[in-house]
């Protein structure tokens, strides 16, 4: 079991380009989700997504885009980056959200560090 | 909407001694609440997750408790070891929202 894993670990970026992060899992989880860690601000939840083919926003949505095609991978794009999203991005994952069941709480990736210039 | 805020945001403490750490969130309809550890440059390591109809949880030398009614929880870790030494975040699992609200963390550091 690899857990959650996020591709890439570092990145720099000029503003105006794109990227894609990559988050996967293998535990079958249900849940996935993107925050962001800045100094001062906590983690923030960006997007996230209850199941395969769904996505919802979550407390910082704006100048991100996300997709979930498949139930293991948990994709987060910015179409023109911006030096306000440097930042550490990490992806988490849970078995079920408010399913009722009791949950076995979030796992989360080692994150990926973006640098807008 | 929900805010958590964690008392004190650092915290400096000698090997052995028993410590709390503290989080309060504002709105007491919770999912449930969970710990984490963070080590600098690193994840989040999920450390103890109290369900909202519990009162505490313990893995080794930590115990968690949770008083929903007065919008609390705290860690409390016992004989305290430099490997302790990390950032401690709380969060609380909203039932209205399907997300996790954060702390801001208490950055603990156990001197030897």
């Known amino acids: 079991n690899a857990g959650v894993t996020q591709t890439p670990k570092f990145r720099v970026l000029k503003t105006g380009q794109s990227m894609t992060l990559l988050c996967a899992q293998d535990?079958?989880?249900?849940?996935m989700y993107w925050y962001r860690q800045d100094p001062g601000m906590g983690l923030r939840l960006i997007h996230y997504?209850?199941?395969?083919?769904?996505?919802a926003k979550g407390e910082v949505p704006d100048g991100y885009n996300v997709s979930r095609l498949k139930k293991q991978n948990f994709l987060l794009g910015l179409e023109s980056a911006a030096p306000s999203q440097t930042s550490v991005y990490f992806c988490?994952?849970?078995?079920?959200?408010?399913?009722?069941?009791?949950?076995?709480?979030?796992?989360f990736g080692p994150g990926t560090r973006l640098t807008v210039l | 909407k929900q805010e958590v805020t964690q008392i004190p945001a650092a915290l400096s403490v000698p090997e052995g001694e028993n410590l709390v750490l503290n989080c309060s969130f504002t709105?007491?309809?919770?999912?449930?609440l969970q710990w984490f550890r963070q080590d600098p440059g690193k994840g989040l390591t999920s450390l103890l997750l109290?369900?909202?109809?519990?009162r505490e949880q313990t893995s080794g030398r930590l115990n968690a408790s949770l008083d929903k009614s007065s919008g609390r929880s705290t860690l409390y870790i016992a004989a305290s070891q430099p490997g302790d030494s990390a950032t401690y975040l709380c969060?609380?699992?909203?039932?209205?929202?399907?997300?996790?609200?954060f702390g801001g963390g208490t950055r603990l550091m156990v001197k030897p």
């Open positions: 988490a994952s849970s078995y079920t959200g408010l399913s009722g069941l009791a949950g076995d709480g979030e796992f």
């Open positions: 535990m079958n989880h249900e849940y």
């Open positions: 997504s209850v199941g395969e083919g769904t996505t």
């Open positions: 709105d007491s309809a919770i999912y449930n």
């Open positions: 109290i369900q909202s109809s519990q």
């Open positions: 969060a609380a699992f909203d039932n209205a929202g399907n997300m996790l609200t």
